[in-house]
């Protein structure tokens, strides 16, 4: 399972990056940037989905 | 005011009513339930959506509402006067495709860095304001406490004296607060903002610091300078947006743990609850409606609108939609899930929120952390503001415990 970022939908919320900081970063905006592009480990799954569950903008998605 | 109370909200909106001030939330829960978007007659003609989904929707739909003037009104608004006298306050007044280039101007400033790096000033700024507090039994969370925090970083921020709270805070309640008084009034009463603005930037001009005004002053949008109207309308939003609005939510945080001594116990047993609470402080206690104006005669889910009617975006409403959030009127300081809208939708996502979210966790943090225990003094004394900024402005707190 991997990130998948719709750059497009993110307005910056930070949501993401606040809550999984080796994951996501932000970039000079505030926006969204995926630090961990490749396949999830298991912890990293969890709170990856946790940041997707928490995106007011539904703009991140895990999946394949 | 000879102002008429509201005996139906669904057909009769006020946001000013006493009864909406005092306690909104079961009157969005009776409205969710018999109609989802109320109408009013006042203002010159308003709808208020009450489900996330409508919020959702017209906060992204900038094709059929205007974000031309965002606070709602005495009368309808017109092409050559903006009705409100916040005036042109870019980026937050700004449609596409301007909305984004002023935006982006600004954005770099609120990023986590530069935020984060105000931490040290804010948590300065908290803990004098607690010692000046002393011994005293009965503290005031709200006059003594919250309401200096915002001030004192946006000052810092956009170069203004340390010194001149209350002013701002005039400022601030004469946009926000005063909007049932005649526009004349209103205009009047925003001439003393205006030249106070105007020297700000006269004397950033002569003296060039390194904040805020200065920055509007040299910026360039594709080299050019930005017009004054510009610079002016920017400087009005960050004094404006950035205080009544971290006010708010630090004072409505500080009001649940009040009342709530098992939710206070618990974060001061493990302060690593403390984002996940103000998360959720932020979720059911939104302090932010915003407004919009519908463009042309459009029909939304039903609701014949008129062009120039007001849309009063309530997030505080799509906060506590159950269709949307589980236990949706309960305050779960752990909630695993929040999707939360109290920073908006959309391209107009709040520019401070990452501000705002760092003056939440270090103002708490810092008041828990000094009074881990306390309860309010006296529920009936808390008052609340009225408009679209939602907080708690009297918070008369009893110290049960102190660090």
Known sequence: ?64 | MDKQPVLDFATDFDHTDPAWVADPYPIMEDLRERCPIAHSNRYGGMWVPMLHEDVSAIANDTDHFTSRTVVVGAGRPTEEAPPAPIGVAPPISSDPPFHAIARRLMLPAFAPKPVNALEGFTRDLCSGLIDKMGDNEIVNAGVDYSQHIPVGLIAKMVGLPQDQGDLFRGFVHTILEGIDQPMEVRMEMFAPIEAYIIKVIEEHMENPQDDLTSFLIDAEIMGQKLEPSHIFGTMVLLIVAGIDTTWSAIGSSIWHLAKNPDDLARIVADPSLLPSAIEEFLRAYAPVTMARLVKEDFDFKGCPMKKDDWILLGFPAANRDPEFFDRADEVIIDRVENRHAAFGLGIHRCMGSNLARMEMKVAIGEFIKRFPKFELADPDAVTFSQGQVRGPRNLPIRILERA
């Open chain 1, 1 to 64: 399972m991997k990130i998948h970022l719709t750059s497009e939908k993110c307005q910056g919320h930070g949501r993401c990056y606040s809550l999984a900081s080796d994951l996501f970063d932000s970039d000079d905006l505030g926006n969204a940037v995926v630090l961990v592009t490749g396949e999830l480990n298991a912890d990293q799954l969890e709170r990856a989905t946790v940041a997707a569950n928490n995106c007011p903008e539904y703009a991140i998605e895990i999946g394949a």
